[in-house]
C-alpha cells in the first residue's frame, strides 16, 4: 500500500468513527483519492532533486483535513465541479509548503514519522522546496480564476502574520490573546479557505460560502487546540509525536499558558507554575513531573472547555446551511476533533 492509499483511507468520513450518509461518503472519499492522485503530478519536477524533496512530505501522508473541508464544502453545491480537486490542490500545496518552513525554523528533525526535508537536505533546500510548492500552488490557484489568487495570495499573508506573532512573541500583550491570534492566522486562516473554495468553485451561493468560511476558520483553531492538547493528554504517539515534546521543548500551548495565569496557591499548581517558568524541561525527571501535573490540572479543564466552547460555535457557523447529510457531517466532525482529547 503507498502513501497515498493509506492517506484516502484514512480520510473516508466512516473511518473517522462518524455516522455519515454512504453516498456523502463515498463522494467525499472518490473527491479525495483524486486529490491525491493529482498531488503528486503537482508536486513532481524536471529536476530529479527538487522532484524528491517535494514529495517528500506528501508521500508521507498526512490527514488531509484541507482537502476534507474543500470536498464537504462542495457539497452544498456540485461536489463534481473539476474545481474542487484543483482547489483542494492550492490549499493542500500551501500547507505543505509551510511546513517545509516551519521545520527549517524549528529545528526540527522529524515530519509524519520520518526524517525532515531539512534534516535530509539542509536548510537552504528544503527553503527552496517550499517556495517551489508555493508556486505551484499559486500556479494552480491562476486556473481558477482572479478570485481564487487573491484568496490565495491573502490566505498566505495570514499565514506569515501569524509565523511572524509566533516569532516574535506577546510583546507586552495578553499572552493568551496572543497565542490564540497566532493560531487564528497560522492555522485557521487555511482552513477558512479551504472551506469557502469548496463552495466557491461548487457554486454554492454567496451566503453559503460566507457560512461555510466561518466554519472553517473556528474549526481550525479547534483542531490545532485539540492537536496541542493531546501531546499533553496521550499516553502513545496518538498526536503523531511524542506526549509531551511541546513541553519538553518549551513551545507555550493553552493548557501552560491558563497554568501559568493561574494564581491557585495550591502546591501542586505552585509547582507547576515553577516548572513551567524555567523554559524547556529537558531534564526527564522535571519532564515527567510538570506533564503529570499539568495532565491533571484545572488549567488543563479549563482548557478543554475552551476548545468545546469553540467547537460550539463552529457548529452555530452551520446554521444558515441546509439541513442534509454534508451539514450532519460537518457538525459531528466538530465533536470528533474536539473531543478526541479525552
Known sequence: ??????????????????????ALDESVSATLAAVETALR??????????????????????????????????????????????????VELTHLATLYHDDVMDEAAVRRGASSANAR???????????????????????????AVHLQAQTFARLVHGQIAETVGPRGTDPIEHHLRVITEKTASLFATSARFGGLFSGARPEIVEALAGYGETIGIVFQLSDDLLDIASESVQSGKTPGTDLREGIPTLPMLYALADDDIDASAVRLRELLSAGPLTDD???????????????????????????????????????GPAKRAMESLCDFIADRTG
Open 1 to 22: 500500500m503507498t502513501a497515498g492509499d493509506s492517506a484516502r483511507r484514512e480520510l473516508a468520513l466512516s473511518s473517522l468513527g462518524l455516522d455519515v450518509d454512504p
Open 41 to 90: 503530478d503537482h508536486v513532481s519536477s524536471a529536476d530529479p532533486l527538487v522532484a524528491e524533496a517535494a514529495r517528500h512530505l506528501a508521500d508521507a501522508g498526512g490527514k488531509r483535513t484541507r482537502p476534507l473541508l474543500v470536498a464537504l464544502g462542495a457539497q452544498f453545491g456540485d461536489p463534481s465541479s473539476p474545481k474542487i480537486v484543483d482547489a483542494a490542490n492550492v
Open 121 to 147: 537536505w539542509g536548510n537552504s533546500v528544503a527553503i527552496l522546496v517550499g517556495d517551489y510548492l508555493f508556486a505551484q500552488a499559486a500556479d494552480l490557484a491562476a486556473t481558477l480564476g482572479t478570485e
Open 285 to 323: 525527571a522535571l519532564h515527567a513531573e510538570a506533564l503529570t501535573l499539568l495532565r491533571e490540572s484545572a488549567a488543563m479543564k479549563r482548557a478543554r472547555e475552551t476548545v468545546r466552547g469553540y467547537a460550539e460555535e463552529a457548529r452555530a457557523r452551520l446554521a444558515p446551511l441546509p439541513d
